[in-house]
């Protein structure tokens, strides 16, 4: 037995539906940051504790304990040794959401929390029993942030993202809010000083710098093969909520279709190209690519290479200049696992390290702005953004969180499988072998089917 806090029951048969249906979407759940990085597990280091410590084991991918988590838990440690506890940060293996459920079915655990969940994986993990609920343990926690989480973040639709059927289940770790990214040379070499204000202005300026881009084969526009990244983010300007009732993305909204539409134009014009669409990333490092829509790594990205002169962002333009600012929006989060050896050192660990204050959570906080995601905490955004000049992108992009939807957690039951269904019909669309209308319905049956067979 173990100190677990809550169960949910995992049958057979329910632990062999969760490893299908993880298998059928593995590598189509991927948000911001770089894929799962396949390395044997690494522990934080430091000497030996001492004689009776309690040893609790945190597993995060390792593109994410380099990012500062594994510096912030051995900030933890200087505290908690002395009253029993050490942490120990492991490196998640390959595959590790398997060997998970098989632990969980085992009874034999040996990881007490994950520093990460992207946003499209929430739900299939709770789907799958890998999560437990966190309400218990957030009032029997020491950690007191953790007990008041509704009014803990800077926006009430990030701890609305944490919740699901009225329970909380996740510790939010980071932020995504999408931008558009552009070098300001190439701009202004097309007369511009800024990114105009509505979709329309914007479509004009890129006719001008295939023009003025032409000698050098700089392409106008990259979008990215990732429907939260450019199309998705593209389309949250064109309507208010992007999900329907069952939080399914809208793709056969009229919205949808003008935004599609929109992108097709600037295919058949050459302001993008379907090559480009395969991986932008290299020709925009090479400074081939003028302006993108992503993640704030793009941003950051180009910057390593050109400086922070000639790479800007802002929230990408609006459909109708009267709008409110909107974008692309959505939560990473950290979790305790189901049958978790010490649950409630798990969930410190993570109101800890992903706390508003504290050594290791200005460690870990100052990470994501090198390297992805945003804070969620008034306190870090106040000390690592409104306080310098590095981000003033940032400063316009929380300005837009208040009006845009967070991606609702239940949309993990349709993002892997929209996501792999709908590109091949998109890129027949923009190739102009079908009309937008015959390749959503197509995309929305496939989807269907798709679930169906889950299901069953």
Known sequence: MNDSGPRH??????????????????????????GQVGVAPQSDGGEAQPQG????????????ADMGMRDSTALLNEVTEANGVRYTLEESPEGWETKALGMIRD??????????ANAG?????????MVQPL?????????????????AFMYPNIYEATQFEGQTYYIPMKLNIHLMGYRQDYIEAAGYEAIPETWDEFEVMLGKLKETGEAEKVVPFAARKEIFRTLGTAFTTFIENPYDEDNRLKIDSEEWL???AMFKRWFDEGYTNLELLQDPGPDWQKGKVAIGIDSHSWIRI?????????????VPPKTVASNPKRTWVHLDSGFVFDGAPDAQEGLDWLLSVLGPDGAPADRYWS????????????????????????????????????????QPMPAGKYYPVIQAKIWPWLERYWGGEVSAEVAMENTLSEVEEELAKQVG
């Open 9 to 34: 029951t995992l049958t057979r048969r329910r632990f062999l539906q969760s490893t299908a249906t993880f298998a059928a979407t593995a590598g189509l759940l991927s948000a911001c940051a770089p």
């Open 53 to 64: 410590t309690k040893d609790v084991y945190i597993t995060t991918l390792a593109a994410f």
């Open 107 to 116: 009874d034999e655990v040996r990881w007490s929390a994950n520093g990460i």
């Open 121 to 129: 994986n929430q739900w299939n993990y709770i789907q799958m029993g």
């Open 135 to 151: 309400d218990d343990l957030l009032q029997s926690s020491t950690i007191e942030w953790g007990k008041d989480m509704q009014n």
């Open 258 to 260: 003008q935004c599609i």
């Open 302 to 314: 180009g910057r390593s290479v050109w400086g922070n002169d000639l790479v800007q962002g802002t």
């Open 367 to 406: 990470g994501t702005l090198s390297f992805s995601g945003m804070p969620v905490h008034r306190a870090q955004y106040d000390k690592l953004i409104a306080s310098n000049n590095t981000y003033p992108e940032l400063v316009d992009a929380y300005e837009a969180v208040p009006n845009s939807v967070l």
